[in-house]
């Protein structure tokens, strides 16, 4: 296929045309992948995540009624597989005592931290937190989920989910602080 529209690959896909579901698979696949290492522990499981999130996609490409949402619709396939994967892997929570403490630690608008690092640079710091962190993390910053929701997926309480994204947060201002410390260091010499 030569530079199909959007339109005709969806068509294709639709009508189970490998053809058209190798183009859209090429096509979208950089959109996709970046969805997926969010999520994550590292490129071989955001691949994984984004082979089986496109096996969703082909199987439900027809319930797709509007071509102008095919990005948030494919957003939410990914992040859904995502969340399923999670939900298979169940990682080890943190305690309760874990919980209390996090949450009485005082909260801090985290958007100046984060405006400061590159996007390298979160994916790398994201891809060190535990699973959950980084899942709580990801829905609540970058998908924009409330806590009630983030814990009706993941099937942890409210303050479960407000933990994890406090101990994320702890965890990117601690790596902030240490790349804020080795670029001074290094401007100085």
């Given at each position: 296929?030569?530079?199909?529209?959007?339109?005709?690959?969806?068509?294709?896909?639709?009508?189970?045309?490998?053809?058209?579901?190798?183009?859209?698979?090429?096509?979208?696949?950089?959109?996709?992948?970046?969805?997926?290492?969010?999520?994550?522990?590292?490129?071989?499981?955001?691949?994984?995540?984004?082979?089986?999130?496109?096996?969703?996609?082909f199987r439900r490409i027809g319930?797709?009624?509007?071509?102008?949402?095919?990005?948030?619709?494919?957003?939410?396939?990914?992040?859904?597989?995502?969340?399923?994967?999670?939900?298979?892997?169940?990682?080890?929570?943190?305690?309760?005592?874990?919980?209390?403490?996090?949450?009485?630690?005082?909260?801090?608008?985290?958007?100046?931290?984060?405006?400061?690092?590159?996007?390298?640079?979160?994916?790398?710091?994201?891809?060190?937190?535990?699973?959950?962190?980084?899942?709580?993390?990801?829905?609540?910053?970058?998908?924009?989920?409330?806590?009630?929701?983030?814990?009706?997926?993941?099937?942890?309480?409210?303050?479960?989910?407000?933990?994890?994204?406090?101990?994320?947060?702890?965890?990117?201002?601690?790596?902030?602080?240490?790349?804020?410390?080795?670029?001074?260091?290094?401007?100085?010499?």
């Amino acid at each position: 296929m030569t530079n199909p529209t959007t339109a005709s690959l969806i068509d294709g896909c639709r009508r189970g045309k490998e053809a058209a579901m190798s183009a859209f698979y090429e096509r979208f696949y950089g959109y996709a992948l970046s969805v997926c290492l969010a999520y994550a522990n590292d490129r071989e499981d955001a691949r994984e995540l984004l082979n089986d999130g496109f096996m969703k996609v082909f199987r439900r490409i027809g319930e797709l009624k509007n071509e102008a949402a095919l990005k948030p619709w494919l957003r939410t396939i990914m992040v859904n597989t995502a969340i399923d994967q999670y939900r298979k892997r169940k990682p080890a929570t943190l305690s309760t005592d874990q919980v209390d403490q996090t949450l009485t630690e005082p909260y801090h608008n985290d958007e100046a931290i984060l405006a400061q690092l590159s996007a390298e640079h979160i994916l790398a710091v994201l891809h060190t937190l535990p699973p959950a962190c980084r899942m709580v993390f990801s829905l609540y910053v970058l998908e924009g989920y409330p806590h009630r929701d983030i814990a009706e997926q993941l099937h942890v309480t409210e303050s479960t989910s407000r933990a994890y994204l406090s101990e994320a947060n702890r965890r990117l201002r601690r790596a902030l602080a240490s790349q804020t410390d080795q670029t001074y260091e290094r401007d100085r010499q």
